[in-house]
């Protein structure tokens, strides 16, 4: 294969889930692009790296010194929803009708992929939960993903946050709506249980 | 959504087969990458698309004037392969002992999209095919894929190239190798049955 082409299927099997084949794809479909339509793409790539940065706040996606929930002068400080990245802020934010803050932790704990305490943003957030305790309540939504990282992270926190005086509570785990009992795994079925509510 | 952002993944989702949500994931990992992996990155999409052009002869993809098939003395100029695009050229190179040349159309015909022959690399084919017919006998394989578009394109071939006195054969079509009789497709059978060989 020519040397250009091979380089960028291999930049290409960067982008996360893409094998060979793809990237090949990929990489064959901006060779084919007309001159506009690469400068485009190109220029998008690095116009998003040069303006988004982190929100110093919360760490959430941001093209000023604070992302725009922050900014939010009409949103409460009483909560703050942790979660791993700036994609579940983008997921909480398109459907619920959550009003609190957020903390994004930049990952979670996962000591096969080498990822501590110490590399997430976990001393931000104790010191976010500290000055709102000073100025009053605290709730800390921990919105991991219910992986075994994600429980462990939460877990984590929970042991952190709870003596501070912070209330500490999690997402609910059941049944997805619009979904069959009988479908259900076994796991999320006794969460749905576990967790369930008198009506 | 930050409007760098949106740019950002508007761009990937020009990528074959990406939709909205892969398009964000891209758009996310590349805003991930440190400093010198999106460098990379970027100057291998500008240096493909500075040193990959098509090969004057056959329209293969090329660093040089001609690419490494036409260059190779040792290729049988009698055989001529035509395929849809660089991708097939890679494929027949990967797998087969084929010796020939070969000879990219750029695309298939189709109406639907508007793709005519004078779209298509159809004249340089004619050409070529009278320089060697005038050398000597000249044999085009017509290596289109099975589609609709892909059919109609060989059977166009064929009515201009028959006339010339040039031989045009098409790849045999039938069960792949390893596959069970049972689970192929009517259509392909049947091509299996009318191209059936005496053993």
């Given at each position: ?5 091979e ?10 889930g893409v ?10 479909s ?38 725009s ?16 990245d ?14 609190g ?9 996962s ?32 919105a ?21 005086g ?5 997402l609910?785990?059941g049944?997805?709506?619009g ?7 076994e ?13």
């Open positions: 294969m020519l040397l250009s082409l380089i960028l299927t291999e930049q290409m099997r960067r982008l996360p094998g060979n084949k793809t990237a090949l794809k990929y990489a064959l901006i060779l084919e692009m007309d001159e506009m339509q690469a400068q485009a793409f190109v220029s998008a790539v690095e116009s998003a790296r040069r303006n988004i940065r982190r929100c110093d706040r919360c760490f959430n996606l941001s093209e000023g010194i604070c992302c929930v922050c900014e939010d002068a009409s949103r409460s400080d009483a909560q703050i929803c942790v979660v791993e700036a994609r579940a802020v983008m997921a909480m934010e398109r459907v619920s009708g959550y009003k803050r957020y903390h994004v932790l930049e990952g979670v704990i000591p096969m992929d080498g990822v501590g305490p110490d590399d997430l943003r976990i001393c931000e957030l104790l010191e976010r939960v500290n000055a709102q305790l000073a100025a009053g309540e605290c709730e800390v939504i921990v991991t993903n219910s992986t075994v990282e994600g429980e462990t992270t939460a877990m984590y926190l929970t042991k952190l946050l709870k003596p501070l912070a209330k500490v509570t999690r609910a785990y049944i997805p709506v979904a069959d009992l009988e479908y259900a795994d796991v999320t079925l006794g969460r749905a249980i576990e967790g369930r509510r008198e009506i």
